[in-house]
């Protein structure tokens, strides 16, 4: 065939996909939808200029676009591993991570329960084999989210679900695909019935066998790019090999899933990316895949459609019940995982609930795209599968996927507005007229200045200003009308409000690099959480997601096991130095929110809100800091390193922006501009790397800053920094219970614990103990001990404080000052090897 004629026709294919944007917009209807209705319709309009008599003039064209080299590998493996690593790259792993068990429990779920309920349906209702139909169930399992995920957005839906739903989405195409390979294996001339437990023995190759060759290749890939950070294009380049040599090494090398293997890499260099990588060349990076996720997406659609016509020439009567047959068992499905299994899964706090008009808009949306299509024409191909089955197979697809398509997706935005989720609430209504008339007086101000500063024509201003002071009239007397809002909900607007504009400054500081890209990421899903848990839990989520902030997580609490057990120092090195600076980050972001407290949420919800939030934040603040005071403790000097590599980046920003602004004013002319950035590059190249820190606990210096034992030598501070075990508590953890049996005392490095004995209660703070009166009193506890406070303790067990007790006089009598203190007589405490005197 001709090139320059194929050339014109993939050509004129990128023009329908610049035009069906602003077509999708105009007719309010998916974009994936008008993509496939337009390929539909050149694939028809080619066939119909082919076959007609009434002219030939459109056959070379007509040949050019049925003659496309459409076949299922190109979907499989030049398309789909650009959609699904673009997805993973575009993922906050981090905050996907929080719903990991309802996204695998429904992608992995709904997969086999979609498989089962068509596969038994059709073998049921047709003459197909078990195998074949199984295979047709598999193939249809899988589900597009893109419409359902960008309408949520415009309604603004909770970011929660529409980050579950796509999700679900990306792993349900590894379960679709890896149960596809499995069925098409039975399916093909010669082969067996499927057997559950061959199922089974296949499934780990599958898996581990991706997740291992995706993470191999990502670490490789990500090393490489560390070496070429300089050079921006070629870590792009490195990128756009990564996801393609990722699945054709799964696929072909050791016959895993090349799915898993691409899913497993993004989600790596989106982890590992960020720290490695210059935050301006990981910015681009992001931004080429998403053009090229665009670009494959589209032809995707556009190609498979182009498909439609011909597999639907074979068509016949008696196919249309069957594909009703599939559409009935495929929403069955599709009801049982929204209305039983994901209730079942909020019910124990496993996943958000999803409210019922929701789950309506989920079940319509299901739509079943180009990854169906794909799978139907791998069938179509292979010679080794009847042809009573290949043509089946490519009929119930496709049938499937048009009903979807053209039913679903066309009444998709009007399901969702019978449900009424594109309305505003009573309470957002009554807040945005209030908003109205708050940024209407602002606008009048900020006028009145302009207006002034311009000398304008009086006459006109005074027309204008009596114009505008009547809409002004109009939205403040409509808004003093408004009784709809509760203290309630104006605190927890103000809430949300506070978090997004939290998140908002922590993008500008990324973007002036005073905040690496690394933390970036960390204090963004902070945001997030604090967002999500004020919408779902008002005062209470944000207080719970703040809290969260800077806890002591899993993976910190096995790094410390790791280190005190094994030796092994790194990944506790790692994750302290992390934390180090996201705690500096936060009380950085934290300390520029007061001023939008009393300026903008003070002017909306009053001063009462206002006084509220600013008690939340000072709170926040006053954890940052004394979680920021343990690690002080812990590793005196690291933070005035971090504080100083700040600075320095500060600095290199303010001296970039002066250049920028001598090149604009023409001061400096483009070759002294590049000069002068070139040296500045290298200056924050050298600001950007993280100074090391030495995970050794300087256990002396340490010890010594207690009061408790002021009076011993350094050889005792020695010792008894080899005896201390540290423990690290969040706030609400029980570190020891009513009437357990206490074998440590427990010495508070930072944070704050509560004693509660008998109705009583009793505060600790940095640099006291507990645990003694128990040990001395040798009685079982009737006192409860909670951190009240992300906590570092150390702890000392009996034998060790009893010694300890006998040669230190400022620790006796600190126990004796406890004793008293609770109204316990030192003499109580007496025993042979240790006096209170």
Not at 208 to 233: D, S
Not at 466 to 487: H, N, P, Q, Y
Not at 774 to 787: D, G, N, S, T
Request: with cysteine; glycine share 8%; charged share 20%.
């Amino acid at each position: 065939m001709d090139i320059v004629l194929i050339t014109t026709v993939i050509a004129s294919l990128f023009l329908v996909i610049g035009a069906a944007e602003p077509l999708a917009a105009r007719l309010r209807l998916p974009y994936t939808v008008i993509l496939a209705m337009l390929g539909l319709l050149i694939g028809s309009g080619a066939l119909f200029f082919l076959h007609t008599e009434l002219t030939d003039a459109l056959n070379p064209v007509a040949e050019a676009i049925l003659g496309l080299p459409i076949r299922s590998n190109v979907f499989l493996y030049v398309f789909l591993p650009t959609l699904l690593f673009q997805a993973t790259l575009g993922m906050n792993l981090r905050r996907m991570l929080d719903d990991w068990v309802p996204i695998l429990v429904l992608a992995v779920v709904a997969v086999v329960v979609a498989t089962l309920s068509v596969g038994y349906a059709l073998s049921w209702a047709s003459t197909l084999p078990l195998a074949a139909c199984l295979l047709i169930g598999a193939i249809v399992s899988t589900t597009d989210p893109s419409a359902v995920v960008s309408i949520f957005r415009s309604i603004s839906a909770p970011q929660r679900l529409a980050r579950i739903i796509e999700g679900e989405s990306l792993l349900n195409d590894a379960a679709a695909i890896a149960l596809f390979g499995l069925f098409m294996g039975y399916v093909m001339l010669g082969g067996s019935e499927p057997s559950l437990l061959d199922a089974l023995g296949r499934f780990p190759l599958l898996i581990l066998g991706g997740v291992l060759t995706g993470w191999v290749a990502a670490r490789i890939a990500v090393w490489i790019m560390a070496r070429f950070a300089a050079h921006e294009l070629a870590l792009i380049s490195i990128s756009v090999a990564l996801p393609y040599l990722a699945y054709i090494g799964a696929e072909q090398s050791i016959g895993a899933s090349g799915v898993i293997a691409v899913v497993v890499a993004g989600l790596t260099l989106n982890l590992t990316g960020p720290g490695q990588l210059p935050p301006q060349a990981w910015a681009n990076l992001r931004e080429v895949w998403d053009v090229l996720a665009h670009w494959a997406m589209a032809l995707i659609f556009i190609l498979a459609a182009l498909l439609i016509p011909r597999i639907l020439e074979e068509v016949r009567a008696g196919d249309f019940i069957l594909i009703g047959v599939v559409i009935l068992a495929a929403i069955a499905a599709r009801v049982v995982i929204l209305f039983v299994l994901l209730p079942l899964l909020s019910a124990v706090r496993a996943s958000p609930a999803v409210e019922p008009p929701y789950r309506v808009a989920i079940l319509w949306g299901g739509l079943r795209g180009a990854v169906t299509l794909a799978l139907a024409l791998a069938v179509t191909e292979n010679v080794n599968v009847p042809d009573e089955t290949k043509r089946l197979v490519g009929i119930l697809a496709t049938g499937f996927t048009l009903f979807t398509l053209i039913v679903q997706g066309g009444t998709l935005r009007a399901v969702i507005g019978w449900l009424g989720l594109d309305r505003l609430s009573p309470m957002d209504q009554a807040l945005s007229r209030q908003v109205v008339a708050v940024a209407l007086q602002t606008v009048r101000e900020d006028v009145a200045r302009t207006s002034e500063n311009y000398e304008l024509s009086h006459d006109i201003v005074r027309s204008e200003a009596k114009r505008f002071g009547k809409r002004l009239d109009k939205a403040v007397k409509r808004a003093e009308e408004s009784t709809d809002i509760l203290e309630r909900d104006r605190v927890t607007l103000g809430l949300l409000a506070l978090a997004g504009h939290e998140r908002d400054t922590i993008l500008a500081r990324v973007r002036e690099r005073t905040i690496s890209a690394r933390m970036a990421e960390l204090v963004m899903s902070n945001a997030d959480r604090l967002i999500e848990g004020a919408q779902s839990q008002g005062r209470r989520g944000y207080q719970r997601a703040a809290r969260r902030s800077v806890a002591y997580g899993r993976a910190f609490r096995a790094a410390v096991l790791l280190h005190s057990s094994l030796g092994l120092s790194g990944p506790l090195a790692r994750m302290t130095a992390d934390r180090f600076e996201l705690l500096l980050s936060q009380r950085l972001i934290l300390r520029d929110l007061n001023a939008f407290i009393h300026g903008r949420i003070r002017r909306i919800h009053g001063r009462r809100v206002a006084e509220l939030l600013h008690d939340l934040l000072t709170r926040r603040i006053e954890a940052v800091e004394t979680a920021l005071e343990g690690l002080r403790l812990q590793y005196p000097g690291y933070a005035d390193e971090l504080e100083r590599r700040f600075i320095r980046r500060t600095t290199l920003r303010l001296e970039e922006r002066e250049y920028a602004t001598m090149l604009e004013d023409g001061l400096i002319g483009a070759e002294v501009f590049t000069a002068l950035m070139k040296s500045l590059g290298e200056r924050r190249a050298a600001a950007e790397r993280r100074p090391r820190l030495l995970i050794a606990l300087q256990r002396v210096e340490l010890v010594r800053q207690f009061p408790l034992f002021a009076d011993l030598d350094d050889a005792a501070l020695k010792r008894l920094g080899r005896a201390l075990r540290t423990r690290y508590v969040n706030a609400g953890d029980v570190i020891i219970r009513k009437t357990s049996v206490v074998k440590s005392v427990f010495f508070i490095a930072s944070g704050a614990v509560e004693i509660q004995n008998a109705g009583q209660s009793w505060r600790l703070g940095g640099g006291e103990m507990f645990g003694q009166m128990a040990i001395l009193m040798q009685k079982p506890r009737r006192a409860e001990v909670r951190a009240i406070a992300p906590s570092m303790l150390l702890a000392l067990d009996e034998e060790r404080f009893r010694r300890l007790l006998g040669g230190s006089k400022a620790l006796r009598d600190a126990v004796r000052a406890s004793a008293e203190k609770r109204g316990i007589e030192p003499g109580a405490l007496l025993s042979d090897d240790a006096q209170i005197a």
